[in-house]
Nanobody, 116 residues
């Protein structure tokens, strides 16, 4: 069992920044990769960024150059630094900890709203 807790969402104006945090507990040694996903109302959930236990990162084309995923192994926490935010980034952001292809643990989600 892996418990995932997210924080850092909120309301920000276009061009602003937010940093999301994903803290994991439990069988953290078994996590192979962690990813940030987002889902806007009426739209399919999409991957935003991922980072493996070895530190390899991948980003969706829509956020490259603006978002940065990183991790602090000592704190068992993965971060998503979000800069130059656009209204199109408005969504519920979810953190996922993957143990195997079939074993995934999700956070509760945190709302990010980009609006003036």
């Amino acid at each position: 069992q892996v418990d995932v807790v997210e924080s850092g969402g909120g309301l920000v104006q276009p061009g602003g920044s937010l940093r999301l945090s994903c803290a994991a507990s439990g069988r953290v040694f078994s996590i192979a990769a962690t990813g940030w996903y987002r889902q806007a109302p009426g739209k399919q959930r999409e991957v935003v960024a991922t980072i493996t236990s070895g530190g390899i990162t991948n980003y969706a084309d829509s956020v490259k150059g603006r978002f940065t995923i990183s991790k602090d192994n000592d704190k068992n926490t993965v971060y998503l630094q979000m800069n130059s935010l656009k209204p199109e980034d408005t969504a519920v952001y979810y953190c996922n900890a993957r143990v195997t292809y079939y074993e995934n643990y999700w956070g509760q989600g945190t709302q990010v709203t980009v609006s003036s």
